[in-house]
């Protein structure tokens, strides 16, 4: 009962593809793979190189902007302190308020005829 395939060479014969390279053209083709892998592997390095650097660049830049930054914010609080607030409201000849005095409005209408 023991069920066994076994299977004829002469059968798969025909349905093995049969190509026949020459030895000429599998070493061009291997040589142009290779060259093709060769300039693809100098492109990247390339494109990666200039990516660090332009990445250095943007580093380089965005110190740069966060230092100015933190000067602007400095300058700001002190050009907005009260006392520069004083010399300015001098400089424009305003004038301290003494006593303030507000307007009556007999009744409980806003508006009249």
């Given at each position: ?45 390339n ?9 250095a ?10 230092q ?46």
């Amino acid at each position: 009962m023991n069920n066994i395939l076994t299977l004829n060479p002469s059968i798969l014969r025909p349905l093995a593809i049969r190509w026949r390279f020459s030895l000429k053209a599998l070493w061009l083709l291997g040589f142009a793979l290779i060259a093709f892998l060769l300039v693809f592997y100098i492109f990247q390095i390339n494109e990666i190189t200039k990516a660090s650097f332009l990445i250095a660049t943007q580093e380089k830049q965005l110190a740069q902007f966060s230092q100015e930054s933190q000067s602007l914010e400095t300058n700001f609080s002190h050009l907005n302190s009260l006392t520069n607030l004083e010399t300015l409201l001098n400089s424009l000849n305003y004038v301290k308020v003494g006593q303030v005095y507000y307007i009556r409005v007999p009744g409980t209408t806003v508006v009249a005829k």
